[in-house]
């Protein structure tokens, strides 16, 4: 029976006699050394100055052996070529039919599948060979939405995981609808540079649901506060998007408003903040009026022009006042050259003292934190010891 150590004698001599001699050993060969001798093979195929009559012998006796019935010699074809885009079209189609082990580093690596070959291997394969597929450096939108169709949230979770793989809003809907509860993948999605702030709200909402549910159900809270406690974690989530959304801003306040979120108390919790870019994206889509005009419309609360794009947009009278004390604070913090916490603790402090109601209520959880971090700030100067230590 013939060693490792024939191989190389075996596939030694000239063209014409490589072939015939490997056919002539193989099939007595143990099946360490039929793998090794067939990777050798191959990489003579891939690497050797072979004439094309004689690629294309070697490119026969190849597939050959994608029928071998030893696994470990499959694999060890597979391993040689997988990589290459000079490797044997139809062995590489045959790889990627294999049983896992085999096809896996074909279907990771191999350039010379197509995305028909691709789908059809989603569609039909389980899911170690959707997860290679997933994991490959190109994935076509087209394979990634049958990825995504025919996937678990694990598969999804490795296609999310990819950087090198683009996912298109339209695919990042669907992966949702069919997997948005799923925890780790809604964590993943939330790094995705590419993710739309309407969809990034989405997944915080998500978020935000699951926690009032699971304060009802499991530690008994009262459902109408479980309710107000998911509703402000909604609220929440629209102004931490909001805030790096940039030219995704109006999208974002659009989609509040389809899902009846935009509401006053989430302009004023905008506007206690200090996103007054929000606050003008806000009016602008209640009314019409062009951003540009609302931001002017905003420097002069007092004004019967502010008054009347209030009431355009359909916000309660109570809500004026607070509106115009807010706005008016924000600014004389301006002027007085403050930032931060320091500006909103002014701004709730001037509405706070001038209003009443559940629209100025709206200002003591701002007003509180700021003051908070002022005291902080405040302390942190006189014993800045205390909090070195501290750190």
Same mark, same amino acid.
């Given at each position: ?17 490589? #072939?015939?001699?490997? !056919?002539?050993? +193989?099939? &007595?060969?143990?099946? @360490? =050394? ?5 990777? /050798? $093979? %191959? ?29 470990? #010699?499959?694999?060890? !074809?597979?391993? +040689?070529? &997988?990589?290459?885009? @000079? =490797? ?5 189609? /045959? $790889? %990627? ?36 597929? +997933? ?257």
């Amino acid at each position: 029976m013939p060693h490792h150590a024939d191989v190389p004698a075996v596939l030694g001599g000239s063209q014409n006699d490589l #072939v015939a001699r490997f !056919l002539d050993w +193989a099939p &007595a060969a143990a099946p @360490e =050394a039929r793998a090794e001798g067939v990777a /050798a $093979l %191959a990489r003579a195929f891939l690497y050797s100055d072979l004439s094309q009559s004689s690629r294309e012998i070697v490119a026969d006796v190849l597939a050959l052996f994608t029928e071998d019935s030893s696994f470990r #010699v499959r694999s060890s !074809l597979s391993g +040689a070529l &997988a990589r290459s885009a @000079e =490797a044997p079209p139809a062995v590489i189609r /045959a $790889l %990627a039919y294999d049983v896992p082990d085999v096809a896996l580093p074909v279907l990771v690596f191999s350039p010379l599948l197509h995305d028909a070959d691709l789908v059809q291997l989603v569609t039909t394969r389980g899911e170690q060979e959707q997860a290679a597929i +997933a994991a490959r450096n190109a994935v076509s939108q087209l394979v990634a939405l049958a990825l995504v169709e025919y996937g678990s949230a694990r598969i999804c979770m490795v296609l999310a995981c990819n950087p090198e793989v683009g996912l298109e809003p339209g695919l990042l809907v669907r992966m949702l609808e069919r997997h948005g509860t799923d925890a780790d993948l809604r964590s993943r999605l939330l790094l995705r540079p590419e993710l739309p702030a309407p969809l990034r709200y989405r997944l915080l909402c998500n978020i935000a649901d699951e926690l009032g549910s699971m304060a009802s159900d499991r530690l008994g809270m009262d459902e109408r506060r479980a309710e107000h406690m998911t509703q402000d974690g909604r609220e929440r989530s629209a102004l931490v998007v909001a805030e790096d959304a940039g030219t995704e801003l109006a999208g974002l306040v659009s989609h509040l408003r389809d899902e009846g979120q935009l509401t006053t108390a989430i302009v004023l919790k905008a506007l206690s903040e200090g996103n007054l870019a929000f606050v003008i994206a806000a009016f602008s889509e209640l009314t019409g009026v062009t951003p540009a005009r609302v931001g002017g419309l905003l420097k002069d609360p007092e004004a019967a022009a502010f008054r009347a794009l209030h009431r355009q947009a359909g916000m309660p009278r109570s809500s004026l006042s607070v509106f115009q004390q807010a706005l008016g604070a924000w600014g004389e913090a301006e002027r007085q050259r403050l930032e931060g916490a320091h500006a909103r603790q002014l701004v709730a402090e001037r509405v706070l003292a001038a209003t009443e109601g559940a629209a100025a209520g709206l200002f003591v959880q701002s007003g509180a934190d700021a003051s908070r971090q002022v005291s902080r700030a405040r302390l942190r100067q006189h014993a800045p010891e205390h909090f070195a230590r501290a750190a």
